[in-house]
């Protein structure tokens, strides 16, 4: 306040204070990396470990069989995890929370569809921990019965989503009827109707023992859906090169420029930054 008033003007007035400010919190930060390198650095919670606790593991994911959850979660994990599915998303949070699977496999963001807002706000909600991701691209399959042909099909089924990201294929075949419908490969097993076929990732086919009939009838190198592996335990694996952080900041200038400071300070790349609506 003292500095501020030798200045000759308002602008300079808020650059002696910007000037300053700037130098006690660069002096704070040097402070708190010498306590860290002797030792006096506050604990922080996070166990680091040299791979995930992988045995007698059990994995929970939002979603059916053959989906491309289903497909992150035996990328990451293997196809012998044992596992099971749940409804909805909050289900999988509460399976960990109440320890009935050690982890979940959760889609956080797709590269062209954005943020998954609801995962973002389960994390916050239950303080579960990333500790690890598996990206997959989207690739779309039309799949039938083992002795179906391309002729046979009336009806084809699939989530609406690959639905609308298939429509080009589709408009091709004008003589076939789509259906929305979320477990469709297991759908076209068991009714066993020739006449129809299901649009799915190819995992879907292998997992259903079904014939794909066109393969990539979307395929796309720059569309893919990022999973993250979900924990109630606080921990980090040693090669682990990415952090997630939620934090909340008050509702006044300059403190998110704040914050981002000690990103910048200890030469951390940012990758993303979303901002969630506080209720209230």
């Known amino acids: 306040s003292t500095l501020e008033n030798y200045a000759s003007n308002s602008f300079n007035r808020v650059g002696v204070y910007e000037l300053f400010r700037q130098m006690m919190a660069m002096s704070r930060k040097l402070q708190y990396r010498i306590l860290a390198e002797k030792g006096k650095a506050e604990k922080i919670p996070f166990r680091k470990v040299s791979s995930l606790p992988m045995q007698k593991a059990k994995v929970v994911f939002q979603g059916v069989e053959g989906a491309y959850s289903f497909t992150a979660m035996h990328s990451f994990f293997g196809e012998s995890i044992e596992n099971y599915n749940v409804e909805t998303w909050r289900d999988a949070m509460e399976a960990i929370k109440n320890g009935d699977a050690d982890y979940a496999v959760l889609p956080i963001e797709n590269s062209t569809a954005g943020i998954v807002a609801d995962i973002y706000d389960l994390l916050v909600e239950y303080h579960h921990s990333i500790v690890g991701e598996q990206i997959i691209q989207v690739d779309h399959a039309l799949m039938g019965l083992?002795?179906?042909?391309?002729?046979?099909?009336?009806?084809v089924y699939s989530h609406p989503q690959a639905l609308s990201q298939c429509r080009k294929f589709l408009e091709q075949?004008?003589?076939?009827?789509?259906?929305?419908?979320?477990?469709?490969?297991?759908?076209?097993?068991?009714?066993?109707?020739?006449?129809?076929?299901?649009i799915a990732s190819p995992y879907a086919a292998q997992c259903f023992g079904l014939q794909i009939l066109k393969p990539h009838v979307f395929s796309s190198r720059q569309n893919s859906t990022r999973f993250i592996i979900v924990s109630k335990e606080e921990i980090y694996q040693e090669e682990a090169g990415k952090i997630s952080v939620c934090f909340e900041i008050p509702h006044e200038s300059g403190s998110l420029y704040n914050t981002l400071s000690h990103f910048i300070y200890n030469d951390l790349n940012m990758t993303k930054i979303e901002s969630r609506p506080i209720e209230g």
């Open 146 to 155: 083992k002795n179906a042909t391309l002729e046979d099909i009336k009806t």
């Open 173 to 198: 075949h004008p003589e076939w009827k789509a259906e929305e419908y979320l477990n469709t490969a297991k759908k076209v097993k068991e009714d066993g109707d020739l006449t129809q076929a299901a």
